[in-house]
């Protein structure tokens, strides 16, 4: 089992920033992709950015260039740097881990933290 703990979000102005952090617990020797996914209101979640034990990263289209992804795995870490904000990237953030016991996926979510754009 893994367990999750966010913290970082709140509310900002536009063109502003915020950081989010995601500290991993548990059995953190099987954590492989660490991410951000995001719901806002009335819509689906939808993958943010994904970062693998390679760092190597993927990011939505509609945030390359002003979001940046990075894990610190000696501290079982993974942070979103989020940089001029919109009144669009206004969501619910929630941390994804995954996870894998042999042949088996497992994906771990945090509590979600609460991301708020003003215009």
């Known amino acids: 089992q893994v367990q999750l703990v966010e913290s970082g979000g709140g509310l900002v102005q536009a063109g502003g920033s915020l950081r989010l952090s995601c500290s991993a617990s548990g059995s953190t020797f099987s954590i492989t992709d660490m991410g951000w996914y995001r719901q806002a209101a009335g819509k689906e979640r939808e993958l943010v950015a994904d970062i693998t034990l390679g760092d190597d990263t993927t990011y939505a289209d509609s945030v390359k260039g002003r979001f940046t992804i990075s894990r610190d795995n000696a501290k079982n870490t993974v942070y979103l740097q989020m940089n001029t904000l919109k009144p669009d990237d206004t969501a619910v953030y929630y941390c994804?881990?995954?996870?894998?016991?042999?042949?088996?996926?497992?994906?771990?979510w945090g509590q979600g933290t609460q991301v708020t754009v003003s215009s």
């Open positions: 994804n881990v995954v996870s894998w016991y042999g042949n088996f996926r497992y994906d771990y």
